[in-house]
């Protein structure tokens, strides 16, 4: 498998540093973001928890590439949908949102009218979903367009697809192009605030989706 900027990495037993210097245990047994290859030249970046970052470079031989899957698939995984409903919220009844479009269920605005009422949580998931499949798209396109540079897996695919849902095309493109897989799980944390100020719920969404995109 070929290895590229943004894999998930693995070090093999008996890695050692490019220059031959010992490597200590513990890097060896942490999964890391690689920041870029040259040749037979990588440099690691963040492990996959973000706790330590050590740009240090590392021949290729020693590195075991995780498979992914490109995105390019229209369904969000049930664990992606039970987290993007989760934080919608769900209403039977159509109501008007604070931009004052009529909306039902979990944020489905489509042909919705005043009056409008769903039979069950499950109708209102299922529109969800078909919802979803729009933003999914927004999300091939970063990748079919080449501003995500890496392949993505269906956690990280799922994670981006949430926050498509909730902040938009125009910001999802911000926040992907150009940056690794590590920076991206970064700064999803700073799309936190409504009206100029923190939110919690938003804070503790974007905190579900970047343990999503990590996992």
Not at 60 to 89: H, M, N
Not at 122 to 132: C, F, M, N, R
């Amino acid at each position: 498998m070929q290895i590229k900027e943004g894999d998930i990495i693995s070090l093999a037993a008996d890695a050692v540093y490019y220059s031959g210097k010992e490597m200590p245990d513990w890097v060896r047994q942490e999964r890391w973001y690689l920041k870029s290859v040259s040749g037979d030249r990588a440099v690691l970046g963040k492990n996959v928890d973000g706790r330590y970052e050590i740009n240090s470079p590392v021949h290729v031989r020693y590195l075991l590439a995780e498979k992914t899957e490109d995105a390019c698939a229209d369904a969000v995984s049930d664990r992606g949908v039970e987290l993007i409903a989760r934080y919608e919220g769900c209403r039977l009844e159509a109501y008007l949102c604070p931009a004052g479009v009529w909306t039902i269920g979990y944020g489905h605005t489509a042909g919705v009218v005043k009056g409008q009422t769903l039979p069950s949580k499950e109708a209102a998931k299922a529109l969800l979903k078909e919802d979803l499949k729009k933003y999914g798209g927004y999300v091939n396109e970063c990748v079919q367009k080449g501003l995500i540079s890496f392949s993505l897996n269906q956690n990280q695919f799922d994670a981006l697809t949430s926050f498509c849902y909730n902040c938009g095309n125009g910001s999802l493109r911000k926040l992907v192009t150009g940056r690794s897989a590590g920076e991206i799980a970064d700064k999803l944390l700073l799309y936190n605030k409504g009206g100029g100020k923190v939110l919690p719920g938003l804070t503790r969404r974007r905190e579900e989706e970047r343990a999503l995109f990590l996992s």
